[in-house]
């Protein structure tokens, strides 16, 4: 018998399967399950059709059978078959569903990515096998036909016998060598396991004949072995059930399950859409953060699902960044289970999904703020940055979507409180949403900058996160209102008076002097406006925040370069210590200076930054203290 030559392509993609360093070769057994389905969802659509066909639920089924001495695994269908020409055209080339949109894919050059990402369909059986044989009839016909295959040199047809409707897929599973093992897909167990793994929720039964164990009549402890034939599969996945079926601890049972996470979810969603894009869907938001996911490592995703069949176990395509957190999954049965994931990218189903998706868990998130307070907060304390990072990222797209959710600790409160819930509090006479930075809320409690806004009753809202202040750059304002660093030169407060002015002008060489003094680490040196107990205390102008400019500056690549924040040392001419200044300027000039630099160094502790010089700080102390 002639052999026929594969397609070019498909050659050498059936190259690639057999010799493929592939880890996950055991997906194989789903792309030929998910084949087998396909095949009596066609059989199983035309029997509904044509009422001349007699037909039985029953006799929809896939069949896996092991023959271990033998080395064979065979995949069984009770699917519409294959004519002679179909086999031809089917197994001869690659299917044309675009799996393979292949040659435009760079990363699939040595194929890892494509047979991990999808699977390949049919040729990934050569993955585990020397010699595959297809056996296959359809209905309209008598006659049955064997393809077989060794590899890429190609392929036969013959006729042969078969009784019933549908296909057989016989593999020679290859011997194990020290590297590979493939006896396991000659494991009952195993394959069991795989089943339940990879296609649990195909619609069809999926059966294999079980080697039992039982206790033997009428004896103790003597034992025999019987068979037993079990489906392996569970047919109807827990998101196409009943939501009213369902308790909540099948939810969680089934995200322990699926290792979406070892904790109990502290929210769980169940969604069913029929529309012109159907889908149902799963969602949880897990009450732990996992150990990686503030790092490069973590992988974002849910699984996703063409008709009960898995196509992706993480589809980042699902979820925004920012709700990274989200696991679950996807099924629907407007998506092709052979999609490329470039394709994918692109798909308008899977978009208007994921768009879906996204409003589904705000949606979820704001009830859970709205009835569940603490719960949110418990959420909000694993993932709130998240949430800002979001709001940072893409210059505030998703302003829209995330800046209801997020929450900063309020002076007043004393709790993490809403953007809506501050600006619903505001006073009447209150321009700005005010807010102040630093290391924590102890430290930021006590700030100078803090006091004369409190003092006005104000509420300030205290960002203890670097991210904190970039994204309310981005935000700009919330229900118009402006934000405000309690730190900035301008607070534009009513009682913001002339005699302020009054006193800079009085004092003018005074504080140019320490300015100077100061040799260019603060722009000016001024009277404060702010403070209340404090000598001194830092404010900045301009559009950087000292706090903006630390965290920048800590970044690897120094993002920063050498921007500054601009500087502005403020003293409180009410304090005791603007006399000693005072003195200081009329009697002993070298005094000054070192009383300049140690409040300067003193405004820079209190903000929790670095000081450039420690020892000469100290020893400037020391100095002080003795005059
Ligand atoms: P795909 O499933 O992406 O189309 P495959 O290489 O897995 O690619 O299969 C190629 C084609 O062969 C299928 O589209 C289908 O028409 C046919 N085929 C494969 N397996 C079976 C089967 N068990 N029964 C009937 N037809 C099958």
Redesign the pocket.
Same mark, same amino acid.
Do not use: C, R, W
């Given at each position: 018998m002639a052999k026929k030559q594969f397609k070019s392509e498909s050659k050498r993609l059936l190259d690639l399967m057999i010799n493929s360093i592939y880890t996950h070769k055991e997906i194989f057994l789903r &792309? !030929?399950i =998910? +084949?087998?389905s *396909?095949?009596i969802d066609?059989s199983y659509y035309k029997s509904l059709k044509d009422s001349s066909i007699d037909f039985n639920k029953d006799d929809f089924y896939i069949r896996i059978s092991v023959d271990k001495d033998e080395r064979v695994l065979k @995949?069984s *269908?009770t699917? $519409?078959?294959?004519t002679k020409e &179909?086999l031809d055209a +089917? !197994?001869g080339t $690659?299917?044309? =569903?675009g =799996?393979l949109d292949f040659k435009s894919n760079n990363e699939a050059k040595d194929g890892i990515d494509i047979i991990g990402q999808f699977g @390949?369909?049919?040729?990934s059986a050569f993955m585990v096998a020397e010699k595959v044989i @297809?056996i296959?009839k359809t209905a309209d016909s008598d006659e049955a036909y064997k393809w077989e295959s060794s590899g890429a040199d190609g392929y036969t047809i013959s006729s042969c016998q078969k009784d019933t409707v549908?296909?057989d @897929?016989i593999m020679e599973i290859k011997k194990s060598t020290d590297s590979e093992n493939y006896d396991e897909f000659l494991d009952p167990y195993n394959l069991k396991s795989l089943v339940k793994k990879y296609s649990n929720f195909i619609k069809y039964p999926i059966k294999m004949m079980m080697t039992k164990s039982r206790k033997k009549e009428g004896t103790e402890d003597e034992y025999e072995d019987y068979q037993e034939d079990e489906i392996l599969n569970s047919m109807v996945p827990i998101w196409r059930k009943n939501k009213s079926e369902l308790k909540p601890e099948d939810y969680e049972n089934f995200y322990k399950e699926k290792h979406f996470g070892y904790d109990k979810p502290l929210k769980y969603a169940h969604v069913s859409v029929e529309g012109i894009t159907s889908y149902n869907a799963i969602l949880y938001i897990p009450s732990r953060t996992p150990f990686d996911f503030y790092t490069k490592e973590f992988e974002k995703g849910l699984e996703l699902y063409s008709n009960g069949v898995l196509i992706m176990e993480k589809c980042p395509d699902l979820l925004p960044d920012y709700f990274g957190f989200v696991q679950g999954l996807v099924d629907s049965a407007d998506l092709s !289970? +052979?999609i490329s994931r470039e394709i994918l990218q692109h798909n308008r189903q899977l978009q208007f999904i994921a768009k879906k998706i996204k409003e589904k868990i705000k949606s979820e998130l704001l009830s859970m703020l709205k009835d569940e307070r603490e719960k949110y907060e418990e959420f909000y304390n694993n993932f709130g940055r998240t949430l800002k990072f979001g709001l940072y990222s893409e210059w505030g797209a998703n302003k829209e979507t995330l800046q209801d959710l997020i929450m900063f600790y309020s002076s007043t409160e004393r709790k993490l409180v809403t953007l809506d819930e501050y600006v619903s509090r505001m006073k009447e006479d209150q321009k700005y949403i005010y807010y102040a930075t630093g290391e924590n809320v102890n430290n930021i409690a006590k700030l100078p900058q803090t006091e004369l806004i409190a003092d006005k009753g104000y509420e300030i809202l205290y960002f203890t996160d670097e991210i904190d202040e970039f994204a309310i750059k981005v935000l700009m304002n919330f229900k118009e209102k402006e934000f405000k660093n309690v730190s900035s030169a301008d607070l534009d407060l009513k009682s913001e008076g002339e005699n302020d002015n009054k006193e800079n002008e009085e004092n003018k060489d005074l504080f140019s002097f320490m300015q100077e003094a100061l040799n260019g680490k603060v722009k000016e040196v001024r009277a404060s406006k702010r403070l209340k107990t404090h000598p001194v205390c830092l404010a900045t102008e301009g559009e950087l925040s000292i706090e903006m400019e630390k965290v920048l500056k800590a970044m690897p690549d120094n993002m920063a370069g050498n921007v500054h924040a601009e500087k502005i040392l403020e003293i409180n001419t009410e304090h005791p210590m603007f006399e000693k200044i005072k003195n200081a300027y009329a009697d002993d000039k070298d005094k000054l200076k070192k009383l300049s630099s140690v409040l300067y160094n003193q405004a820079l502790l209190i903000e929790g930054l670095q000081i450039e010089d420690p020892v000469q700080y100290a020893n400037d102390v020391y100095e002080l203290i003795e005059k």
């Open positions: &792309e !030929l =998910s +084949n087998a *396909d095949a066609k @995949v *269908d699917g $519409i078959g294959m &179909e +089917n !197994l $690659i299917a044309k =569903s =799996s @390949v369909g049919f040729y @297809v296959t549908g296909t @897929v !289970l +052979n």
